[in-house]
């Protein structure tokens, strides 16, 4: 039932930042989990960071120190803020969400970390 858009995606040099940000349509409320995945080419797509509607983070330790995610629980918005930006950075990023025991994804942004 949730929709998941995604926006803040575009081209960055490296050690640049981008934000991303994540708002869930639809009636829904009380999301318990929020978050962002990303998918290189020719990889599987996996965890990026992730928040709980309570404020507790799990980060990929590849992005750990260089990105911050947040949430407005009121908008149920998720932000991915993400700072020196590497070229392995690269990849698609996904919304996801998970609420009574569903999970939503977004359909992709793309981020490209290059010179």
């Known amino acids: 039932q949730v929709q998941l858009v995604e926006s803040g995606g575009g081209l960055v040099q490296p050690g640049g930042s981008l934000r991303l940000s994540c708002a869930a349509s639809?009636?829904?409320?009380?999301?318990?989990?929020m978050g962002w995945y990303r998918q290189a080419p020719g990889s599987q797509r996996e965890l990026a960071a992730v928040?709980?509607?309570?404020?507790?983070?799990n980060y990929a330790d590849a992005v750990k120190g260089r990105f911050t995610i947040s949430r407005d629980n009121d908008s149920n918005t998720v932000y991915l803020q993400m700072n020196s930006l590497k070229p392995e950075d690269t990849a698609v990023y996904y919304c996801?969400?998970?609420?009574?025991?569903?999970?939503?994804w977004g359909k992709g942004t793309l981020v490209t970390v290059s010179s």
């Open positions: 928040i709980a509607r309570g404020g507790t983070t």
């Open positions: 996801y969400a998970n609420y009574y025991g569903m999970n939503a």
């Open positions: 639809g009636s829904i409320f009380n999301i318990d989990v």
